[in-house]
């Protein structure tokens, strides 16, 4: 077995939960392999990670690993993991979202928890699509795009899911593709790292369904996509905006010293017992 | 000996659930303003961060109880308070509670609906609600003060039963008992029976964080200490794995329904006031049962024999309570403050001949000992 195979299956529930329900080639296995190796070169003891999500197919993903482990109600992952991390400020507490998940029915959760800033890592696997119902449109989904609730043409427009982030407040953005793999592993560590609310989303296919209406090709080929339409932050910089009208930027978008919610909490603590005062 | 003086205090019955979750645990604390409720967030974001708790504000009631839940997971005890509105948006993570089996106490000050209603007008027509508002079958346990000072008794309770039987607890309160100041006596420490979750003392590997006990309640692990479980709103088997398989199904439901139902006895609270020789007999809750006390001494003055049932839990229904009553009485009123929520319930159970007559008041005002005592006089 390969280093890197001996490594994903120190932390899979592979007697328990395999095999999993995601398609043959969908991205999400590639980011769970980020995911998996950023933990471990972050040496976090596996007792310490609790991986929240919500529903859909990135929300399957907590049963396939070995941590605390909890599958939420669709669009609230964020809820929950704001009151496992103010009632036990030592876990490392790390939620992990569809793009239907987390902007359209969690939008709300979403802003709030990034203005708090709240020390936890969202993870947002953007896959244009709501991939676990059959492929319907969601607020990630670009303009003139087929789903199966847009079969003539999307006339919505999409969110920008990183950029939206960096403007609710969060203290550390990034966004990476599953082409990008090493990037997304270095990005998943900064974001752990991070004090505070820290973002990463993920570009990601549905290739069954999404790319599959919009004649987009195969995974493989959509992997491609994600290739030729990202562009460093460092090379966005170089180029003007109408060089970047199809292109989507990747790379750190912020990185910011902002006090998290909890420590700005334990100076409420301190004023309520007359420690210190305000 | 001589007795202790205990504690005495003039409380709104919003202070008292404050109190009596305190006194019961209660350390985590997520909400979202609205009346009647709000004083409970309003003392506890005082509180709480004084006893190294945690009060937090959330964007909705969804977010409120989310928070509650993920708190709870870590062992922390925990709360959240609304009203009708907020009780409506709550009731998705209420299912996940339930099917989780994460105990966590909800406060709903009733207020006229549907909608927005009445925000500040006593009402009790959240009784259906609270009992089958989120979907899927589920049991729960419902628990309604009539007086400041059980609000404080209740609210301990709420959070012991919540922790005994690893199911969220509801304390169903109207807006009369929640803004009323009564004088209460808050017993010492020692005197107040606090119950812990039971928690789990074998090694991880052995840990099977679903899987049935005697008494249906399986041990439960805080997260982030070695039992490293998974947990899941989808229907799980024992190990707390999502299942399609019938035969795990089947047995799981069952579970949930047998751990209230067995252990049923441990979860009736009410009071029989004058009911061993009454011809009439009243059933009522919240502060309806105080109208009804009063219109009990009335009509007894007048030579009436009534007598009242008083309900503190609401739900599991009790039942044996109900049948003991009509064993004497063969008519049974029930007063409340909705078109017939537990009048229903009454008739359902009773088996025999009994005339079970009605007042249902939704006019956004109380039901007065006067109109208790008309009815009395109508049906005798
Ligand atoms: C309250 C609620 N509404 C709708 C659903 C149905 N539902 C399940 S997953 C999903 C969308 C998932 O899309 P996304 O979040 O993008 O995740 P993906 O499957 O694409 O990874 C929806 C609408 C639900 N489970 N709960
Ligand atoms: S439906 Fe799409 S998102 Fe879901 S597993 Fe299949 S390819 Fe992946
Ligand atoms: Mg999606």
Same mark, same amino acid.
């Not at chain 2, 089958?132 to 899927?136: I, R, S, V």
């Given at each position: 077995m390969a280093e890197i195979t001996k490594l994903i299956h120190k932390y899979l529930r592979h007697d328990k939960k395999f095999p999993h329900v995601w398609c043959p080639g969908c991205g999400i296995g590639i980011m769970l392999g980020a995911l998996i190796r950023a933990i471990d070169s972050s040496g976090y003891d596996k007792d310490d990670i609790v991986l929240v999500s919500g529903i859909g197919c990135t929300g399957r993903?907590?049963?396939?690993?070995?941590?605390?482990?909890l599958h939420t109600t669709h669009g609230r992952a964020l809820t929950f993991a704001t009151g496992i991390k103010l009632a036990k400020p030592r876990l490392k507490v790390i939620v992990v979202m569809g793009d239907g998940d987390a902007i359209a029915i969690g939008g709300n959760h979403f802003i709030h928890a990034a203005r708090r800033n709240i020390d936890l890592t969202s993870i947002i696997v953007n896959n244009?699509?709501?991939?676990?119902?059959?492929?319907q449109y969601s607020p990630a989904t670009p303009y003139g795009m087929k789903t199966t609730t847009s079969m003539?043409?999307?006339v919505e427009h999409d969110f920008k899911i990183a950029e939206l982030a960096v403007t609710a407040g969060a203290a550390f953005v990034g966004r990476g593709t599953v082409y990008h793999a090493k990037l997304l592993d270095s990005l998943f560590e900064k974001a752990f790292h991070k004090a505070g609310f820290s973002v990463v989303e993920v570009i990601s296919h549905c290739h069954t369904q999404y790319g599959r209406l919009n004649r987009m090709g195969s995974a493989v080929e959509m992997m491609e996509w994600q290739r030729d339409h990202a562009v460093t932050v460092e090379k966005a910089r170089q180029m003007k905006s109408d060089e970047l009208q199809d292109k989507f930027v990747i790379g750190v978008l912020v990185d910011r010293e902002l006090p998290p919610y909890e420590e700005e909490y334990e100076k409420v603590r301190k004023w309520a017992k007359g420690v210190d005062k305000k | 000996m001589k007795k202790k003086k205990r504690k005495e205090l003039l409380l709104q019955g919003n202070e008292a659930i404050v109190e009596g979750a305190l006194k019961a645990g209660c350390r985590f604390f997520a909400g979202y303003p609205i009346t009647p409720a709000t004083e409970i967030s309003e003392i506890l974001s005082v509180k709480l961060p004084k006893v190294d708790g945690t009060f937090i504000q959330m964007e909705d009631e969804i977010a409120s109880l989310g928070a509650v839940i993920g708190a709870s997971l870590t062992g922390t005890k925990s709360m959240t308070a609304t009203s009708g509105p907020g009780f409506s948006l709550m009731q998705e993570n209420l299912g996940f509670a339930i099917i989780t089996e994460i105990p966590c106490v909800i406060v709903d000050a009733m207020r006229g !609906?549907?909608?927005? !209603?009445?925000?500040?007008s006593p009402s009790q027509s959240d009784v259906m609600q609270a009992r +089958? !508002?989120?979907?899927?079958d589920h049991p729960i346990i419902v628990l309604c003060p009539s007086t400041v000072s059980e609000c404080f008794t209740l609210t301990i309770k709420a959070f012991n039963f919540s922790e005994r039987f690893r199911n969220p607890v509801i304390l169903l309160v109207d807006e009369v008992v929640a803004h009323m100041r009564e004088k209460i006596a808050i017993p010492d420490d020692e005197e107040i029976e606090v119950f812990n979750r039971v928690k789990p003392t074998v090694p991880p590997e052995w840990y099977i964080p679903y899987q049935d006990t005697p008494r249906g309640v399986p041990p439960m692990a805080d997260f982030g200490? !070695?039992?490293r479980y998974h947990v899941t709103g989808?229907?799980?088997d024992i190990r707390g794995f999502p299942t399609s398989r019938p035969d795990e199904i089947d047995p799981f439901i069952r579970r949930l329904f047998r751990k209230i139902s067995q252990n049923f006895g441990e979860m009736q609270i009410g009071e029989f006031f004058m009911?061993?020789?009454?011809?009439i007999s009243i059933v009522a809750y919240g502060c309806v049962a105080r109208s009804a006390k009063r219109a009990v001494i009335d009509a007894r003055e007048r030579g009436i024999k009534v007598g009242l049932l008083k309900l503190?839990?609401? +739900?599991?229904?009790?039942r044996t309570a109900v049948e003991k009553l009509v064993a004497k009485s063969k008519i049974v009123i029930v007063p409340e403050m909705n078109m017939g929520q537990i009048s229903r319930e009454v008739k359902r159970v009773i088996k025999s001949d009994v005339k079970v007559f009605t007042i249902n008041k939704v006019d956004s005002t109380i039901i007065t000992p006067e109109e208790i005592w008309a009815r009395i006089k109508e049906v005798s």
């Open positions: 993903l907590p049963v396939y690993v070995d941590f605390n482990t244009s699509v709501y991939g676990m119902t059959g492929g003539y043409s999307n | !609906g549907p909608s927005t !209603g009445l925000p500040t +089958w !508002g989120t979907h899927g200490e !070695g039992y989808l229907t799980h009911t061993d020789d009454a011809d503190n839990t609401i +739900w599991p229904f009790m």
